[in-house]
């Protein structure tokens, strides 16, 4: 879920024909549940192989990203989740428990052949499944696409990639990248530019956001520290806010107080005992700095194996996603990227 800092936030709304030729460390995980979500059939059911493995994110991890590289000239890089910290153990347990929830009303609603409540009560039981995960790396390491593996989050790894000067920008849906250190968050990095809102049963258009971390503290007055702690008393994917205090109240008491440490005893007795492993969980991340961003060998061949016999994909449509990356590598090889070519 993440952080909440839409109110505050200050982003500038972006076309992919601005961002061409732009590199992004891309959250996997976040890019994949996308893909779960919205790729579905009209009945919400998941699209499957003739043998019933899903092959949702496969469809918008083959076509949305191979457009991206050859239409854009975009350089993508994969991050993965590793183990998460013991700290997310309340939100991953409170995300299952609405998983659950919203199956039986996805199954409910289609027994009584309610197909639109059906669909939107799909979206919310999306599961990336370890099979799911290890198909995704297979296909980048065919299509030659890198990936970095994180040891926790793949949202401070990313953003520990960007602070690096490696690429250019993380990508992910939600503002923790931010609060990671990421100079420069890129959200919906995406080509069909709508979302879908399971609640309202509706989409809404949407177009790349990109938000500047130190022209957003600075508009503020505050530094990245602060903003872990204002992000504390709002709520993060590691404690449970404080009732009452949304971002812009948060804002204003960073502002006058500077700290958790100096909040009124009112707010203080409210604040969550281990706030100060939760603020470390941004601070000192665990991240993985020895990775490796080359692209490797595109793999024609065994691309068509995967997808076309392997899981039932049209061969005239990966013919596409084929055409794409070879004149993707084609282009590469004419321009400076030494440093991502193997």
């Given at each position: 879920?993440?952080?909440?800092?839409?109110?505050?936030?200050?982003?500038?709304?972006?076309?992919?024909?601005?961002?061409?030729?732009?590199?992004?460390?891309?959250?996997?995980?976040?890019?994949?549940?996308?893909?779960?979500?919205?790729?579905?059939?009209?009945?919400?059911?998941?699209?499957?192989?003739?043998?019933?493995?899903?092959?949702?994110?496969?469809?918008g991890?083959?076509?949305?990203?191979?457009?991206?590289?050859?239409?854009?000239?975009?350089?993508?890089?994969?991050?993965?989740?590793g183990?998460?910290?013991?700290?997310?153990?309340?939100?991953?347990?409170?995300?299952?428990?609405?998983?659950?929830?919203?199956?039986?009303?996805?199954?409910?609603?289609?027994?009584?052949?309610?197909?639109?409540?059906?669909?939107?009560?799909?979206?919310?039981?999306s599961?990336?499944?370890?099979?799911?995960?290890?198909?995704?790396?297979?296909?980048?390491n065919?299509?030659?696409?890198?990936?970095?593996?994180?040891?926790?989050?793949?949202?401070?790894?990313?953003?520990?990639?960007?602070?690096?000067?490696?690429?250019?920008?993380?990508?992910?849906?939600?503002?923790?990248?931010?609060?990671?250190?990421?100079?420069?968050?890129?959200?919906?990095?995406?080509?069909?530019?709508?979302?879908?809102?399971?609640?309202?049963?509706?989409?809404r258009?949407?177009?790349?956001?990109?938000?500047?971390?130190?022209?957003?503290?600075?508009?503020?007055g505050?530094?990245?520290?602060?903003?872990?702690?204002?992000?504390?008393?709002?709520?993060?994917?590691?404690?449970?806010?404080?009732?009452?205090?949304?971002?812009?109240?948060?804002?204003?008491?960073?502002?006058?107080?500077?700290?958790?440490?100096?909040?009124?005893?009112?707010?203080?007795?409210?604040?969550?005992?281990?706030?100060?492993?939760?603020?470390?969980?941004?601070?000192?991340?665990?991240?993985?700095?020895?990775?490796?961003?080359?692209?490797?060998?595109?793999?024609?061949?065994?691309?068509?194996?995967?997808?076309?016999?392997?899981r039932?994909?049209?061969?005239?449509?990966?013919?596409?996603?084929?055409?794409?990356?070879?004149?993707?590598?084609?282009w590469?090889?004419?321009s400076?990227?030494?440093?991502?070519?193997?």
């Open positions: 879920m993440g952080v909440n800092l839409t109110p505050i936030i200050l982003k500038h709304v972006s076309s992919l024909e601005n961002l061409k030729g732009k590199s992004f460390a891309v959250d996997a995980n976040n890019y994949l549940y996308q893909f779960l979500a919205l790729i579905r059939m009209p009945d919400g059911s998941s699209l499957k192989d003739s043998k019933g493995n899903i092959t949702s994110h496969l469809t991890l083959i076509f949305r990203t191979t457009r991206l590289m050859y239409q854009y000239k975009m350089r993508l890089i994969f991050v993965f989740d183990k998460p910290p013991e700290l997310k153990t309340k939100e991953i347990t409170k995300r299952r428990e609405i998983r659950n929830k919203a199956t039986k009303e996805w199954k409910k609603a289609l027994k009584a052949g309610d197909y639109a409540t059906a669909f939107s009560k799909a979206i919310v039981t599961r990336l499944t370890r099979p799911m995960i290890d198909d995704s790396k297979h296909l980048l065919l299509l030659g696409i890198p990936l970095v593996q994180a040891p926790s989050e793949a949202e401070a790894q990313a953003a520990y990639i960007a602070a690096k000067g490696d690429v250019w920008a993380a990508s992910t849906k939600d503002y923790d990248s931010l609060l990671f250190g990421t100079p420069r968050l890129l959200r919906f990095l995406t080509i069909t530019g709508r979302e879908y809102l399971p609640s309202k049963g509706t989409s258009p949407l177009k790349p956001e990109l938000i500047i971390l130190q022209e957003f503290l600075e508009k503020h505050i530094a990245r520290k602060q903003l872990i702690d204002l992000a504390i008393l709002v709520g993060t994917d590691f404690n449970q806010g404080i009732k009452g205090i949304g971002p812009k109240t948060a804002l204003k008491l960073i502002k006058t107080h500077k700290k958790l440490e100096n909040m009124p005893d009112e707010i203080k007795t409210k604040l969550p005992p281990n706030y100060h492993s939760v603020r470390n969980v941004f601070l000192e991340p665990d991240v993985n700095e020895d990775y490796n961003i080359s692209y490797g060998e595109f793999q024609e061949e065994e691309i068509y194996h995967f997808l076309c016999e392997e039932d994909f049209s061969e005239k449509r990966i013919q596409t996603a084929v055409g794409r990356m070879k004149e993707f590598y084609s590469a090889k004419q400076d990227l030494k440093k991502w070519l193997t």
